[in-house]
């Protein structure tokens, strides 16, 4: 049971620029990006990236209005996922079922508003929310999923900063292979655009993208780049035992076959080059593959001017005799949705195993030297005679690094 | 305030509350609960409405007098009139 093989068979998301896969994958390929300005409270105007999911597709009134917006995508993206995927959902025993969805904070956007709630009353606590404890709960999300589609297995969320979106899907595998669920769904998601303190800290930081076409702001590995454009989303998947998902008859995506999480255990903000090519290595390494065998590799970049030269440095040791390995960047298009990062950004590259089709990473006007990459596929995608491989990196705060490998799938 | 206005606010109360409910023909005699999907939560939505909107505090040793449609008005509509006053 512990090398049970993990596929996807279903993609539910919402993203800046697509509220289904195909929707966001054509416009990664046609280099649409999607960046607004938000009214930031104390802020004014700031970069961010909006869905316009139809969060009534899926919930009452009622149940958007005392839920919270993370739980509201979070439930859009695994209702999305399990009609993707095929499964009799009526069928099945929703007390096998796992949800497992990473978030990088959760809670600051309701927090926030009470404080702000009472300070018209005097910040006379009486009036604060008694919605505000099962709102800021850290399984909030999960725990909306689980209350919406009556899924009576466990649901919890996965805190890991911004390589939280990995962490959900190898949770959700973990679980599959334990045998504790027979069906996970597992991901990532974020709501961060409506806290300020998100914005006012990455500003504070030195680390908030500024340009005064918002659609630019977002621009890893240019020489101006200039930091983080904060952005909500999520992506959930549908995870199975092959076995089972055979049996049923499902249609396999893709195939889960490698993935590591290891810490940079130094630095609070700075990531670790050296322990990010060992997280990378390490998953290529479970997936019994060799970095040469990866096609696609998905960076974390987010452009901050010190966070992309790490991430080059070691991704320039680990792919260094690799001329077949193509390397691209979804936050150039849909800037940061931190929690959900990880798991969109894997999303919007599995169409290749069909297409062929690096999307590109855009922005990119004058490449920063210290950003030089072998085969960076910069403003306009690159054809590929076959994709079989793809690795995804997400690396966060507090120095967690996670690297997911996935393959083209086949029966042997 | 007479107790067919004060029915009428708390209608309108509860429309924001629960907004996918039909509110047209909600019987002042029953509780609330065996005509529309009330949780306890709801309940204190509307105890906090009241409070920010009108500065009408309900004790929770109380609350059972918000039942139904009647039984509030009969309840809420002395301590409308006094704050009026």
Known sequence: ?412 | MTKEECRQLVLRIIADIAPDEDLSDVKKEVPLREQLELDSMDFLDIVMEIRKKYGIEVPEDEYSQLESLESIAEYLTPKFNSVKA
């Not at chain 1, 596929?7 to 054509?26: H, M, Q, S, W, Y």
């Not at chain 1, 919930?59 to 695994?78: D, F, L, V």
């Not at chain 1, 973990?174 to 709501?191: H, I, K, N, P």
């Not at chain 1, 249609?251 to 050296?274: M, R, T």
Request: proline share 4%; with cysteine; net charge neutral.
């Open chain 1, 1 to 412: 049971m512990l090398n049970d093989r993990i596929v996807i068979t279903g993609i539910g998301l919402t993203a800046p620029n697509g509220n289904t896969l195909t929707e966001f994958r054509r416009n990664l390929i046609n280099g649409v990006a999607q960046i607004q300005m938000l009214d930031v409270r104390y802020m004014g105007p700031v970069a961010a990236g909006i869905c316009d999911f139809d969060a009534r597709k899926h919930q009452t009134r009622k149940e958007i209005r005392k839920g919270t917006r993370a739980g509201s995508i979070a439930i859009y993206c695994a209702r999305e996922a399990v009609t993707n995927c095929g499964i009799a959902w009526d069928k099945i025993d929703k007390s096998r079922v796992g949800i497992y969805l990473g978030i990088t904070e959760h809670g600051n956007v309701e927090t926030e508003n009470e404080v702000f709630n009472i300070s018209k009353y005097d910040y006379d606590t009486r009036f604060w929310s008694h919605h505000h404890n099962p709102r800021t709960v850290a399984n909030n999300p999960a725990g909306e999923v689980s209350m919406n589609m009556h899924i009576t297995g466990p649901h919890y969320t996965i805190g890991a900063a911004c390589a939280a979106g990995n962490a959900g899907l190898i949770q959700g595998l973990q679980m599959l292979r334990l045998g504790d669920v027979d069906f996970a769904l597992g991901g990532g998601v974020s709501e961060s655009i409506h806290t300020f303190g998100i914005f006012a800290g990455f500003k504070s930081q030195g680390a908030l993208a500024q340009h005064e076409d918002p659609k630019r702001a977002s621009r890893p590995f240019d020489v101006a780049r200039n930091g983080i454009v904060v952005s909500e989303g999520g992506c959930i998947y549908t995870l199975e035992r092959l076995k089972d998902a055979q049996n049923r008859g499902a249609s396999v995506i893709a195939e889960i076959v490698g993935y590591a999480l290891n810490s940079d255990a130094k630095d609070a903000v700075l990531p670790d080059p050296g322990q990010q090519s060992k997280c990378m290595l390490a998953s290529i390494e479970r997936a019994d593959l060799s970095p040469s065998d990866i096609d696609i590799v998905s960076t974390h970049a987010t452009a901050t001017p010190q966070g992309d030269i790490h991430e080059c440095q070691a991704l320039r040791k680990v792919f260094k005799n690799c001329p077949n390995t193509y390397i691209n960047n979804t936050k150039s298009f849909i800037g940061h949705s931190m929690g959900a990062a990880g798991a969109l950004e894997l999303a919007g590259n599995i169409p290749a195993f069909k297409d062929g089709i690096v999307h590109p990473s855009i922005n990119i006007d004058r490449l920063d030297e210290q950003c030089q990459l072998p085969n960076l596929v910069i403003n306009e995608p690159k054809k590929l005679p076959k994709v079989n491989t793809i690795l995804n990196n997400s690396f966060g705060m507090l120095g967690i690094n996670s690297s997911l490998v996935i393959k083209r799938f086949t029966e042997d």
